[in-house]
T-cell receptor, first 113, second 116 residues
Framework: AQSVTQLGSHVSVSEGALVLLRCNYS??????LFWYVQYPNQGLQLLLK??????LVKGINGFEAEFKKSETSFHLTKPSAHMSDAAEYFC???????????FGTGTSLTVIP | DTEVTQTPKHLVMGMTNKKSLKCEQH?????MYWYKQKAKKPPELMFV???????INESVPSRFSPECPNSSLLNLHLHALQPEDSALYLC???????????????FGEGSWLTVV
C-alpha cells in the first residue's frame, strides 16, 4: 500500500527563517502527492500538489515543494517564515487507480517571533 | 466553485441520540469521502462512495452509517455513539478517476462532534 512518512512531528523556526517540512513516500510508482495545511479549529486547505507535470511545484502563501524520485521525497519549503504560517501541515498521497487518499502523521509548525 | 459544505459545524449529542451529519458539493464530483480526525492527529479515512455506491469501508463500527442519496449529497448517520467518537468529521469530494489534470480531493470545513 502506498503511504507517506513525515519526519518531525514538531518544527520550530524563527520568523524570516527557512521552513523545511519533510515528506517521503513509499511506492514503486510515483503517486499523486499533496500538501495540506490546517489552521487551528479549521478544515484542510490544499497548499500544492504534484501531478508529474513538473518536479518543482509552487503553491499558495509562498510555499513550494520539489519532487525527487531518487529520494522518494516531496519536501515542503518556504524561504521566509511568517507568523501566520503556524499551523499543522499534512503530506498526503492518492493512488492512481483507486480512491484511497491517505495522510502522513502531520508536522506542527511553530514560528518564533 | 471548489467548495464542499458541511452541516452542522458543531454538534453535541448524547449516547442514545440519533443525529446526522450532512455534506454537499456542486463540483460534479462522483467520489465522496468521510474522514474522522482526532486532535493533533491526521484525518483517518472512514468511507468512500463512488458513483453513489459505497466502495470503501475502513472497518468502521456500525454505529456510523453513511448514505449517498445523490451525486451531490453525502450523509453520515450517527446512533449510539461513544464519548471516544468525539472528533472532527471531514467530508471530501473528488473525481472518481485520478488524472494528471484533476486529481485533487477537496475538503469541507468539518463538523465538530461532541458525544456526552
Amino acid at each position: 500500500a502506498q503511504s507517506v512518512t513525515q519526519l518531525g512531528s514538531h518544527v520550530s523556526v524563527s520568523e524570516g527563517a527557512l521552513v523545511l517540512l519533510r515528506c517521503n513516500y513509499s511506492s514503486s510508482v510515483p503517486p499523486y502527492l499533496f500538501w495540506y495545511v490546517q489552521y487551528p479549529n479549521q478544515g484542510l486547505q490544499l497548499l500544492l500538489k504534484y501531478t508529474s507535470a513538473a518536479t518543482l511545484v509552487k503553491g499558495i502563501n509562498g510555499f513550494e515543494a520539489e519532487f525527487k524520485k531518487s529520494e522518494t521525497s516531496f519536501h515542503l519549503t518556504k524561504p521566509s517564515a511568517h507568523m501566520s504560517d503556524a499551523a499543522e501541515y499534512f503530506c498526503a498521497v492518492r493512488t492512481y487507480t483507486g480512491n484511497q487518499f491517505y495522510f502522513g502523521t502531520g508536522t506542527s509548525l511553530t514560528v518564533i517571533p | 466553485d471548489t467548495e464542499v459544505t458541511q452541516t452542522p459545524k458543531h454538534l453535541v449529542m448524547g449516547m442514545t441520540n440519533k443525529k446526522s451529519l450532512k455534506c454537499e458539493q456542486h463540483m460534479g464530483h462522483r467520489a465522496m469521502y468521510w474522514y474522522k480526525q482526532k486532535a493533533k492527529k491526521p484525518p483517518e479515512l472512514m468511507f468512500v462512495y463512488s458513483y453513489e455506491k459505497l466502495s470503501i469501508n475502513e472497518s468502521v463500527p456500525s454505529r456510523f452509517s453513511p448514505e449517498c442519496p445523490n451525486s451531490s449529497l453525502l450523509n453520515l448517520h450517527l446512533h449510539a455513539l461513544q464519548p471516544e467518537d468525539s472528533a472532527l468529521y471531514l467530508c471530501a469530494s473528488s473525481q472518481v478517476i485520478a488524472r494528471k489534470g484533476e486529481n485533487t480531493i477537496y475538503f469541507g470545513e468539518g463538523s465538530w462532534l461532541t458525544v456526552v
